[in-house]
């Protein structure tokens, strides 16, 4: 893997994610997320809510009394792989046949009550905007009921919900800002699976930070599917926005605004914010990033392919050219910014000249870290109902091949950049690889091991940078 960040970190995808238990609760929950790190935090939201309702976590699907698995659909593949982990379940529920099984999640939207028929094992479908219906779900499944409950809403944030935190290193965490997605890209279930777009009042998201910091939390990361596109206006879909009162227009809080707020009021936590998408990210956001030091001089901004003829297909509403401008003012303005992209190899139509644009384009950026995937058609999207998927498999892979490898490229030039010189790095954990060594992030992202001596976990450091590898830097603390 390129990149680290942006999918849930191979420790918390797909295994069964703990908490502290509290104190009086008997029933058993075993909860697993794949997908992306909004799913993480709504199983987190999830978790908190049925801690009320005597639920604390488990780790053996063996004694669970409930088991969720909280569902993504963005490729085929991670459909697949959800549809193998029920299959497990169902093994286990031979010895365990009490234990109900829910789906959270994007899937669970995509394939409402169809889930029941075509999984046998699945008691409860529930939709990312449902889950404070749980409870009541829940009820009707034990009492011998089928609970679906994928209705999408306008309104819900979960803002008031405080999330517990799941497999967490107590150092870092993920705070939703937004919800869903307007862009409707064409090769993409997200509008479909998440809703329309609508923003969280920024006082339950300075509430829950502060919860944070008194917690010693040190890293907070801002997410939502186009954090750029946050808009508070006292509530309600952002399409809606134009319809507000004057009022409601002139105290509206823009992303840019809010990032200002929370880095002025948390001085001492690193602030992160995924994902950003080019068309809105704006000129205020950047200046606001290099107005902090607590801002991680680090933006995630995919592009999907370097073709404006193929972007247009995307529905992504910027050309190539509009993009690398953007590029150039975040190396103007922040010019020690890391970047890095999604791209997708071998779109619908997708010819040798478009697949080529997306090499140089790549050439001009020099990603420091990447997260590349062959065209994965997804069924009821607008691609899948207009376009055909006619890019042949093996030149797919190729060209993704040469993506990755391109990829690969620059990452390590980007990290060879950093040789030399002391980077501050937030301690998140022992090395995979050693306890003998920490591993943390600078603010760029990059991932940086150096050996242990008398420092804790949380701690920041200055690290020295002696060597490195395409995604890993090692150096000794000064
Ligand atoms: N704005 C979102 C994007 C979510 S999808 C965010 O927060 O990151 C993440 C990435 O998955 C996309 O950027 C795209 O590169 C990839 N993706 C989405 N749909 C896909 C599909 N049908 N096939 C292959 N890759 C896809
Ligand atoms: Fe998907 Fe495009 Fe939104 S990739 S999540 S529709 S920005």
Same mark, same amino acid.
């Given at each position: ?57 488990? $780790? *053996? #699907? %063996? !004694? ?9 659909? &963005?490729?085929? +593949?991670? =459909? ?55 409870? $009541? *779900? #829940? %009820? !009707? ?9 994928? &209705?999408?809403? +306008?309104? =819900? ?55 944070? $910091? ?265």
């Amino acid at each position: 893997m390129m990149g680290s960040e942006k999918v849930i970190e191979e420790k918390k995808q797909g295994q069964a994610l703990l908490t502290e238990e509290k104190e009086g609760n008997t029933k058993k929950l075993y909860i697993e997320s794949y997908g992306c790190q909004m799913n993480l935090n709504d199983s987190e939201i999830v978790a908190s809510i049925l801690a009320e309702e005597g639920y604390n976590t488990t $780790h *053996l #699907l %063996e !004694e669970a009394d409930l088991v969720l698995v909280n569902t993504c659909s &963005i490729r085929e +593949k991670a =459909e697949q792989t959800v549809r193998k982990r029920l299959q497990k379940y169902n093994a286990v529920k031979k010895i365990n046949p009490t234990m109900k099984v829910g789906v959270l999640g994007c899937m669970a939207e995509r394939l409402k009550a169809k889930f029941l028929e075509e999984e046998k094992i699945v008691d409860l479908v529930v939709g990312p905007d449902a889950y404070r219906d749980l409870p $009541h *779900l #829940l %009820e !009707e499944v034990n009492e011998g009921r089928e609970a679906v409950n994928v &209705i999408l809403s +306008k309104e =819900e944030t979960y803002g008031d919900v405080s999330p517990v935190r799941l497999n967490s290193n107590g150092v870092s965490a993920f705070v939703s800002i937004t919800r869903g997605c307007d862009n409707m890209c064409t090769f993409c279930v997200v509008p479909f699976t998440r809703g329309r777009e609508r923003s969280r009042d920024p006082k339950s998201i300075l509430e829950e930070i502060k919860q944070l $910091h008194q917690k010693g939390y040190k890293e907070i990361t801002l997410l939502g599917q186009n954090v750029d596109s946050f808009l508070w206006y006292g509530g309600g879909l952002k399409k809606d926005f134009k319809n507000a009162s004057e009022i409601a227009k002139s105290t509206a809080i823009d992303f840019s605004q809010l990032l200002d707020m929370v880095a002025t009021a948390f001085p001492k936590m690193r602030i992160r914010f995924s994902t950003s998408n080019p068309q809105d990210m704006s000129l205020d956001v950047l200046h606001t990033m290099a107005k902090h030091t607590n801002i991680c001089k680090y933006i995630h901004l995919p592009i999907q392919s370097g073709s404006t003829a193929v972007l247009k297909r995307m529905n992504r509403q910027h050309t190539r050219e509009e993009y690398l401008e953007l590029v150039d003012n975040i190396r103007k303005i922040i010019p020690e910014c890391a970047l890095s992209q999604d791209m997708i190899a071998g779109f619908c139509g997708e010819t040798e000249e478009e697949h080529k644009d997306t090499l140089s384009l790549m050439e001009y950026v020099k990603y420091d870290f990447g997260f590349m995937f062959a065209y994965s058609e997804r069924p009821g999207t607008p691609a899948a109902k207009k376009m055909p998927d006619n890019v042949p498999l093996d030149v797919k892979k190729r060209r993704l091949n040469e993506i990755i490898q391109l990829q690969q490229k620059h990452g390590l030039y980007r990290m060879e950049q950093f040789v030399g010189k002391t980077v501050e790095v937030l301690i998140e954990g022992s090395s995979k690889k050693s306890d003998k060594h920490w591993k943390g992030r600078n603010s760029q992202n990059a991932v940086v091991v150096f050996p242990k001596n008398n420092e804790q976990i949380g701690d920041f450091v200055n690290v020295y940078i002696e060597n490195c590898t395409s995604a890993t830097l090692i150096g000794k603390r000064i």
